[in-house]
């Protein structure tokens, strides 16, 4: 059976923190390097030891760019134009999916398919009914981040079990620290001297972290403090009610014609 086609990037050393949560106005993004393979390599290690040269980068895959510099500043508008089977799609993915190393983390990038793919790879009818910019808003992976983990947290309150909120938030924070831990790798990579110094000493401190939030995932209940299950309970509420307020925001920007009051 074939393998799904895997999009691999890897860029020169970035000068922006890959971890930091304030939006970049930018994107500068030098040595970059596209190629799309019919299966995934072990980690990006092995990408960069198996894809040196020219030659080798060829050998691995197909390679769509090479050595390029990619660079987008806010308020400018962009096109992008080539050939069909160039690449094209697979550059927009490749940023809307953060697979470029050099793009901070809390850069918000969607990107609208001309088709809904996963309806389409099943054969099923397309939603004609979903307007434009519920298309736009389904494309954004950051806003239907927070619909999930609020839907999560909301429906662990809904049991009668007490400790279901507690093994929500423990989990959220779980899932986060593995994606801090990924980040921070990718950020250790990308730095060097005494940038490097403390993006080694960041990685430490996340895998650390993770460490800790699994111990914690694991506990079993009877080992769980009373005390510590009054703090996660509050922190899950807590979490669900800034979820909550984070969507009611985005909602009433882009419907405030429906939260008028009479």
């Known amino acids: ?24 106005s930018e994107i500068d993004v030098e040595g970059l390097n596209i190629i799309v393979t019919s299966s995934a390599p072990e980690s990006t290690e092995d990408v960069k030891t198996k894809t040196k ?16 510099h990619l660079r987008f500043k806010a308020g400018v508008h962009y096109g992008l134009l080539g050939r069909n089977g160039t690449g094209k799609s697979t550059l ?22 001309q088709t809904d793919e996963q309806e389409e790879s099943y054969g099923a009818v397309l939603n004609q009914d979903k307007t434009v910019l519920e298309s736009v808003l389904s494309s954004d992976e950051s806003r239907n981040e927070s619909v999930r983990m609020a839907d999560f947290l909301s429906k662990s309150f809904e049991t009668e079990d007490p400790m279901q909120p507690v093994r929500a938030i423990r989990k959220i924070r779980h899932q986060k620290a593995e994606k801090h831990l990924f980040l921070a790798h990718k950020n250790a990579s990308l730095k060097s001297g005494a940038r490097g110094l403390q993006a080694r000493k960041e990685l430490k401190a996340a895998e650390i972290k993770l460490e800790a939030t699994s111990e914690k995932l694991a506990q079993v209940v009877d ?17 669900l ?22």
Do not use: Y
């Open 1 to 24: 059976m074939t393998s799904a086609p895997t999009i691999l990037a890897t860029c020169k050393q970035t000068r922006f923190h890959l971890l930091d949560e304030n939006p970049s």
């Open 53 to 68: 040269g020219k030659a080798k980068a060829k050998a691995a895959g197909r390679e769509l760019i090479s050595d390029a």
């Open 92 to 113: 927009l993915r490749a940023m809307a999916e953060k697979l470029i190393p050099g793009i901070p983390h809390a850069t918000r990038i969607a990107i609208l398919q």
């Open 223 to 239: 080992d769980i403090e009373a005390d510590e299950v009054q703090a996660d309970t509050q922190a899950a509420v807590e979490t």
């Open 241 to 262: 009610q800034s979820l909550q307020s984070e969507l009611e925001d985005v909602s009433v920007k882009i419907f405030p014609s429906t939260h008028v009051l009479n």
